[in-house]
């Protein structure tokens, strides 16, 4: 045989389309060129394959190589390509039987040993090799990662050794093993955060509903505990959610740690982060932060210190919960669906309204504080509430209240309403379905109304007292929103009052 097939995967996104390999041999002047890689890639991957095929102590066929890889206009990061050049080119020389090559995909950087390297995106070709009913076989260190994909079948290897031992049928390599899942759950919990009732109350109905949530108060006053201890009580992870949350972190430069597996993630960014830091990008785009925080919750702390330019950013996932970065030629777009939590001090000083009365800001400077962030932002985010500072003999007492576990089955109570009702979490419902789901009673019409007129709320802010009123209802197991809970609803919304 002096031609060989293979199969492998790119990766474009959240996607990992087939990619053939094929290698050919001829007579003529030894020669090895590799089609379809940028070429800045193509002198290292010879290089790579070259070496762990002599140090494997195989014959590196002086003959006319040609290795082509398509199609030539997809996104590739040479490294991954390296094994499956390395057995094309084995096979075409008939150093490896070449004729069980395409039950497989094949992916992994070769060391010049002929050790296998670890990829990124294993998560993503997995799925692509199992819905076209292929077998893949991953660098020993991407196993885990490889089994999480259920009914999927991938093989797990050191070094191009054992990749040629298992095609020669002598060594047969083991299947993956479905990762193990963590045994306790890592969530810090709810029962450390001391005082704060009212913002704990409002967690849990942004847990509930799915609504995102900005803090204000001063520096110490909890907000950050708060916020870290809202995926611990978020519902479990569906296996789809898991899925879709691995895969993009897999993308990400450290990889997915499966002792993450339906552990939803929380990111924080700090407010230096650039743009593309945020929201993904790059000449081989790659996910940003709000894709990271997939099915898990963003925390902007300090919200009017991120740039202006990158807060606008937000707003396009905050409603449609994907985001679409070019660059240049290259366009991807990535799934971003998170729960965005900000905090913010109530001025510049952080003091306002502080019990020690330190703040000397002028209501001017205050106003200009707050004027960092933009209107249309702000009227995204579905619950705005004040967290005071904790006073000492508030911190000195010991009960913090109720635990996470607790309160985590009230929302898990709540949200399962929701998706029997409308089949999504409040927050996502749109105009037509609040009309259908959110009317609540006579009360609750009327303080609504009054609300309007008093507090001059806009109507998205009108829309979101009604979900969040829904939400509220739901946690009290109320078919109907009655007016106590409209007035709940309207006290999350602290930055309507102008
Ligand atoms: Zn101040």
């Given at each position: 045989m002096s031609l060989a097939v293979l199969y492998s995967r790119a990766l474009a996104g959240m996607n990992?389309?087939?990619?053939?390999?094929?290698?050919?041999?001829?007579?003529?002047?030894?020669?090895?060129?590799?089609?379809?890689?940028?070429?800045?890639?193509?002198?290292?991957?010879?290089?790579?394959?070259?070496?762990?095929?002599?140090?494997?102590?195989?014959?590196?066929?002086?003959?006319?190589?040609?290795?082509n890889l398509a199609p030539a206009d997809l996104p590739k990061e040479s490294g991954r390509f390296?094994?499956?050049?390395?057995?094309?080119?084995?096979?075409?020389?008939?150093?490896?039987?070449?004729?069980s090559l395409l039950?497989?995909?094949?992916?992994?950087?070769?060391?010049?040993?002929?050790?296998?390297?670890?990829?990124?995106?294993?998560?993503?070709?997995?799925?692509?090799?199992?819905?076209?009913?292929?077998?893949?076989?991953?660098?020993?260190?991407?196993?885990?990662?490889a089994a999480l994909v259920e009914g999927a079948r991938a093989y797990a290897a050191r070094s191009l050794l054992e990749v040629c031992a298992h095609l020669a049928g002598r060594d047969l390599l083991a299947p993956c093993g479905v990762a193990e899942t963590p045994l306790e759950?890592?969530?810090p919990?709810?029962?450390?955060?001391?005082?704060?009732?009212?913002?704990?109350?409002?967690?849990?109905?942004?847990?509930?509903?799915?609504?995102?949530?900005?803090?204000?108060?001063?520096?110490?006053?909890?907000?950050?505990m708060l916020a870290t201890r809202l995926p611990g009580i978020l519902p479990p992870m569906t296996q789809n959610e898991a899925l879709e949350s691995a895969s993009i972190q897999s993308l990400g430069s450290a990889g997915f740690d499966v002792r993450n597996w339906r552990r939803r993630p929380f990111r924080a960014p700090h407010h230096t982060a650039s743009a593309v830091a945020l929201v993904?990008?790059?000449?081989?785009?790659?996910?940003?932060?709000i894709s990271m925080a997939m099915h898990g919750v963003l925390f902007l702390d300090e919200l009017p210190e991120f740039g202006r330019h990158v807060l606008e950013v937000l707003r396009e996932p905050l409603e449609s919960g994907r985001i679409c970065v070019s660059r240049a030629a290259r366009q991807a777009d990535f799934p971003a669906q998170f729960q965005l939590v900000a905090a913010m001090n109530p001025c510049g000083c952080g003091f306002l309204g502080h019990y020690s009365g330190k703040c000397r800001c002028t209501p001017d400077q205050v106003a200009r504080y707050r004027g960092k962030i933009s209107g249309p932002l702000l009227d995204r985010i579905d619950l705005q509430i004040e967290v005071p500072a904790v006073e000492e003999q508030d911190l000195a007492r010991n009960a913090?209240?109720?635990?996470?576990?607790?309160?985590?089955a009230r929302v898990i109570a709540a949200r399962e309403r929701q998706l029997a009702r409308q089949g999504k979490p409040n927050s996502q419902l749109t105009t037509r379905e609040i009309d259908r789901h959110c009317t609540p009673?006579?009360?609750?019409?009327?303080?609504?109304?009054?609300?309007?007129?008093?507090?001059?709320?806009?109507?998205?802010?009108?829309?979101?007292?009604?979900k969040v009123a829904r939400t509220v209802a739901d946690l009290a197991g109320d078919a109907t929103i009655m007016g106590n809970q409209v007035a709940e609803a309207i006290q999350c919304r602290r930055f309507d009052r102008r």
């Open positions: 990992a389309p087939l990619v053939t390999v094929e290698a050919h041999l001829a007579n003529g002047l030894p020669s090895f060129t590799i089609v379809g890689l940028p070429e800045a890639e193509v002198k290292e991957a010879k290089d790579r394959v070259r070496a762990a095929l002599q140090n494997a102590r195989f014959d590196f066929p002086t003959r006319h190589i040609t290795v390296d094994l499956p050049i390395a057995l094309g080119i084995l096979a075409a020389s008939s150093q490896i039987p070449g004729d039950q497989y995909e094949f992916a992994g950087e070769l060391a010049l040993t002929g050790e296998l390297r670890p990829i990124r995106g294993v998560l993503a070709m997995m799925c692509g090799a199992n819905h076209d009913g292929r077998s893949f076989v991953v660098p020993a260190e991407n196993a885990q990662e759950e890592l969530y919990d709810l029962v450390d955060v001391k005082g704060q009732a009212h913002a704990k109350r409002v967690l849990e109905i942004a847990a509930a509903g799915n609504h995102s949530l900005i803090m204000v108060g001063p520096p110490g006053s909890g907000k950050t993904g990008g790059g000449s081989n785009p790659r996910p940003g932060e913090g209240g109720e635990g996470s576990h607790a309160v985590r009673d006579s009360a609750g019409a009327t303080l609504l109304k009054q609300a309007i007129s008093r507090l001059g709320l806009s109507a998205r802010a009108y829309h979101r007292v009604l």
